[in-house]
């Protein structure tokens, strides 16, 4: 089983003045384990088709994110950041199941 350590990416949406929302992004560092590794390519609309990846991450989590962990969006994995398409609970981890890429806004 492969160890994960990176930053997880929570995203909270406030009103910043009256009637203009914007998504306000916290890091923090998390440790744990890679317990899925699997990908696929999805045919898009594209030339190219997209890679996605079925894997699952499970972090031994905090406070925090049991508080937060609605507002869990992207994971910093290999060197991409991956949208977090499913939040698991079983303590003391939070698993989290990925998808594909992400491409919101950014800290």
Known sequence: MAKYCGNIGFVETIETSPGVWTEDIT?????GDVISDTRRWEAGEYLNDNLVINNKISIVSDPYAYRNFFAIRYVDWM???WKVTNV???RPRLILSLGGVYNGPEN
């Open 27 to 31: 890091e923090r560092q998390y440790r």
């Open 79 to 81: 060197g991409a950041r």
């Open 88 to 90: 698991e609970i079983a």
